[in-house]
């Protein structure tokens, strides 16, 4: 994979676009206006110099990936591609529209395509596509440069060739760990995780115990990097809602709810980190 394309700039897009520029890759990073193009470069150069200042990776790797990277507006630019990551918010109206016009515009019959979804059936994403059997899930973890996890998930139509090829490339190309799913909401780990993370907001919402509480009695009594509250705001309360709301049209269990607080907050505005203020404040 010598040319990859990555659509979506944010929190996932971003950290995929590093890691795949940092294992030698050109990619092409494909974003919906200029304005989330400029934040995405700055996260990206964020993270390399933090990166390096820390010693994690060295400085002329940083610069050969800053080098690497192309930012375009326009999907057309997608046409070379060998592999293109979709990583856009989570709506499936929003993917399936993004899937269709990747599809138009990469040439190569070979090229595989890839969602960063964390809950949409893969076989939606796959069907809207002329090549539902190049078409596979490639979920990867927040902050994608230092969390080693990558799950692949093929569809009913995902070729084995496909499958084989993703993982090939996420496990020699880009050192990640890797782990299959079947195509049912939530995958492995956020099937585990979102209905964790959940219990904590309806924790906070009864009066049960205090955000700070609930965050410290994980990460003090249980070694969690991060309590679930912290977690929630790191993910976005917009993600964990969405990856919510599909878990629960899939399996239709109460514990997969989203609870009341959850959904108010988005309404409002307090998706976590990335606006600023969660169920902590960010703003410095
Ligand atoms: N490249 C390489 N290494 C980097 C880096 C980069 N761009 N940026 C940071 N690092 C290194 C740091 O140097 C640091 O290294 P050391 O531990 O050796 O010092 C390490 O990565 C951690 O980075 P931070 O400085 O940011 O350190 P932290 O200790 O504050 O940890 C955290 C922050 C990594 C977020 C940690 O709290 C953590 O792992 N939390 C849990 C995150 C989690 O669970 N994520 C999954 C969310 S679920 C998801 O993403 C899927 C979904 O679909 C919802």
Same mark, same amino acid.
Request: net charge negative; glycine share 6%; with cysteine.
């Given at each position: 994979?010598?040319?990859?394309?990555?659509?979506?700039?944010?929190?996932?897009?971003?950290?995929?676009?590093?890691?795949?520029?940092?294992?030698?890759?050109?990619?092409?990073?494909?974003?919906?206006?200029?304005?989330?193009?400029?934040?995405?470069?700055?996260?990206?150069?964020?993270?390399?110099?933090?990166?390096?200042?820390?010693? $994690?990776?060295?400085?002329?790797?940083?610069?050969?990936?800053?080098?690497?990277?192309?930012?375009?507006?326009? /999907?057309? #630019?997608?046409?070379?591609?060998?592999?293109?990551?979709?990583?856009?918010?989570?709506? &499936?109206?929003?993917?399936?529209?993004?899937?269709?016009?990747? #599809?138009?515009?990469? $040439?190569?019959?070979?090229?595989?395509?890839?969602?960063?979804?964390?809950?949409?059936?893969?076989?939606?994403?796959?069907?809207?596509?002329?090549?539902?059997?190049?078409?596979?899930?490639?979920?990867? +973890?927040?902050?994608?440069?230092?969390?080693?996890?990558?799950?692949?998930?093929?569809?009913?139509?995902?070729?084995?060739?496909?499958?084989?090829?993703?993982?090939?490339?996420?496990?020699?190309?880009?050192? $990640?760990?890797?782990?299959?799913?079947?195509?049912?909401?939530? +995958?492995?780990?956020?099937?585990?995780?979102?209905? /964790?993370?959940?219990?904590?907001?309806?924790?906070?919402?009864?009066?049960?115990?205090?955000? &700070?509480?609930?965050?410290?009695?994980?990460?003090?009594?249980?070694?969690?990097?991060?309590?679930?509250?912290?977690?929630?705001?790191?993910?976005?309360?917009?993600?964990?809602?969405?990856?919510?709301?599909?878990? /629960?049209?899939?399996?239709?269990?109460?514990?997969?709810?989203?609870?009341?607080?959850?959904?108010?907050?988005?309404?409002?505005?307090?998706?976590?980190?990335?606006?600023?203020?969660?169920? /902590?404040?960010? $703003?410095?």
């Amino acid at each position: 994979m010598e040319r990859v394309g990555v659509v979506g700039c944010g929190l996932m897009g971003s950290g995929i676009a590093e890691i795949v520029a940092r294992a030698g890759a050109n990619v092409m990073i494909v974003e919906q206006d200029a304005e989330a193009m400029a934040r995405g470069r700055e996260r990206i150069e964020k993270s390399l110099s933090r990166a390096v200042a820390a010693g $994690k990776v060295p400085e002329d790797e940083a610069n050969r990936a800053l080098a690497n990277m192309l930012f375009s507006v326009d /999907y057309a #630019d997608l046409w070379d591609r060998q592999l293109v990551i979709e990583a856009v918010a989570e709506n &499936e109206e929003i993917k399936l529209a993004v899937f269709r016009k990747i #599809d138009a515009e990469v $040439k190569d019959p070979d090229a595989l395509l890839a969602t960063n979804t964390s809950s949409i059936p893969i076989i939606k994403l796959a069907m809207v596509t002329k090549r539902p059997e190049h078409v596979i899930g490639m979920h990867f +973890f927040n902050p994608v440069p230092v969390l080693k996890l990558v799950e692949l998930i093929s569809s009913l139509l995902t070729s084995p060739e496909t499958s084989a090829r993703v993982r090939a490339y996420a496990t020699d190309t880009l050192k $990640k760990r890797v782990i299959t799913s079947p195509d049912r909401a939530g +995958f492995v780990v956020n099937a585990l995780l979102i209905p /964790y993370l959940l219990s904590a907001v309806r924790m906070l919402e009864s009066g049960f115990a205090s955000a &700070e509480d609930i965050d410290t009695g994980m990460v003090v009594g249980c070694a969690h990097p991060m309590g679930p509250l912290a977690l929630t705001d790191l993910i976005g309360l917009d993600t964990t809602l969405a990856v919510a709301e599909s878990l /629960y049209e899939e399996f239709k269990e109460p514990h997969l709810a989203p609870p009341p607080l959850l959904s108010r907050m988005n309404q409002a505005g307090l998706l976590g980190r990335k606006t600023g203020q969660g169920f /902590y404040s960010y $703003k410095s």
